[in-house]
């Protein structure tokens, strides 16, 4: 901080630290007692979770306050199908509104919780379930081809953006452990599944890439 602080005053700038925030990521019994953060001589606010584009990030890396945000959001925006259908939208429209103004907010950066629970999937779930509640009301016969579920979607978004990173070109390319014929240098079986690497925390095992690639190795 006090580096930035330089750097602002070298620059003609005044760090705000009104508006700025800090976020303390640590998984020790025992967090160490760190000395307050100062930015343009005001002290910053310790939180316990943050928002960076859109995305809640909590100290302890868990997904329960984005998910209950998106949750609560796309709960509000269900009063607008309620009007439609009280005024005699079609079923089909009703769900034409529900997958462009309803869905994506449940799926804000759904990739990033592909690994979430069975709790926090399923309240992500029960938004949709309200939904289609809403939308079939009034439907004479059932939906031939229901909607795929929240979680489906989640999970065939993140091994689409995991074959993308497969790509040299890629940014994100380095991230991807090797396949294992490129680590064992032999033809096997399963040649073009990719090596996991070993985690001991299930933090880690319900990352994006992690599960990601547990997912596309099932597929290939």
């Known amino acids: 901080a006090t580096h930035l602080d330089l750097w602002a005053t070298q620059n003609n700038m005044t760090m705000n ?7 303390r990521i640590c998984f020790s019994r025992i967090p160490p007692d760190l000395p307050p953060l100062v930015l343009g001589g005001k002290e910053v606010t310790v939180v316990t979770c943050a928002t960076n584009l859109g995305f809640k990030i909590n100290s302890n890396l868990k997904f329960d306050s984005h998910i209950n945000h998106l949750a609560k959001k796309g709960s509000q925006r269900l009063h607008y199908l309620r009007l439609l259908a009280k005024g005699g939208m079609p079923p ?9 103004l309803v869905r994506p907010v449940l799926e804000y950066a759904n990739v990033v919780f592909v690994g979430c ?5 399923k309240t992500l779930e029960t938004v949709q379930k309200r939904a ?3 939308i079939n009301k ?6 031939t081809t229901p909607l795929p579920t929240l979680q489906s979607r989640r999970e065939d978004a993140a091994v689409k953006l995991l074959k993308q990173m497969l790509q040299d070109d890629h940014p994100l390319h380095d991230l991807v452990p090797p396949t294992r014929s490129s680590a064992t240098g032999r ?15 299930k933090r ?4 994006f890439l992690y599960k990601s690639i547990r997912l ?3 597929i290939v």
């Open 92 to 100: 089909d429209d009703l769900t034409t509104v529900y997958t462009t």
């Open 204 to 207: 880690l095992q319900n990352s």
């Open 17 to 23: 630290g009104d508006k700025s925030y800090e976020l």
């Open 138 to 143: 009034n439907r004479s016969s059932p939906m």
């Open 216 to 218: 596309y190795n099932q």
């Open 187 to 201: 033809s096997l079986r399963n040649k073009d599944t990719i090596s996991i690497p070993p985690a001991r925390t």
């Open 117 to 121: 629970t069975n709790s926090q999937s």
């Open 132 to 134: 289609m509640k809403i």
